[in-house]
């Protein structure tokens, strides 16, 4: 086996019960690196420093991790061009500040029968939004109302 010592340089290759006892003169462990190198490669370590490095890295990589945030905004077939301008910069700034946005029309009682006002107004939306997000899904109807999501460019 090819060893490594704690401080990285390397000893050579060396039987694996010579390697093992001089790791245990050093009361430290012997750490397989690699099995798949010829020969394998071991690394003498203090393993329970390695495993509390190996958990600290883990922390500080999920810390940094940021979970994706979905803002919903909700539209109606009659909304009003003043009501859907609000709703066209609600969705601009978080599109800015990186969130997802899902953009729903919802249907009442007999709007159901025009569900293609509802699918124009969501195509209006997308045209006007486009420099911002690009769409990610197809446009999707729930059991009362048609959406899509927004992903931030």
């Given at each position: 086996m090819r060893i490594i010592t704690a401080e990285?340089?390397?000893?050579?290759?060396?039987?694996?019960?010579?390697?093992?006892?001089?790791?245990?003169?050093?009361?430290?462990?012997?750490?397989?690196?690699?099995?798949q190198a010829d020969p394998p490669v071991c690394k003498?370590?203090?393993f329970g420093q390695f495993r509390y490095q190996q958990q600290k890295k883990e922390r500080i990589a999920k810390k940094n991790t940021k979970a994706q945030v979905i803002k919903e905004l909700k539209l109606t077939p009659k909304i009003s061009d003043h009501d859907y301008q609000v709703r066209l910069k609600g969705g601009i700034k978080f599109l800015q500040k990186?969130?997802?946005i899902k953009i729903s029309v919802f249907f009442k009682g007999r709007e159901m029968a025009h569900m293609d006002i509802g699918r124009d107004l969501l195509d209006r939306y997308k045209e006007d939004i486009k420099t911002?997000?690009?769409?990610?899904?197809?446009?999707?109807?729930?059991?009362?109302?048609l959406y899509f999501i927004i992903n931030p460019k």
């Open positions: 990285g340089s390397q000893l050579g290759v060396l039987p694996i019960d010579k390697a093992i006892s001089m790791a245990k003169d050093q009361k430290m462990d012997l750490l397989l690196v690699s099995d003498i370590v203090d990186g969130y997802l911002y997000g690009d769409v990610t899904t197809p446009l999707t109807q729930g059991h009362r109302a």
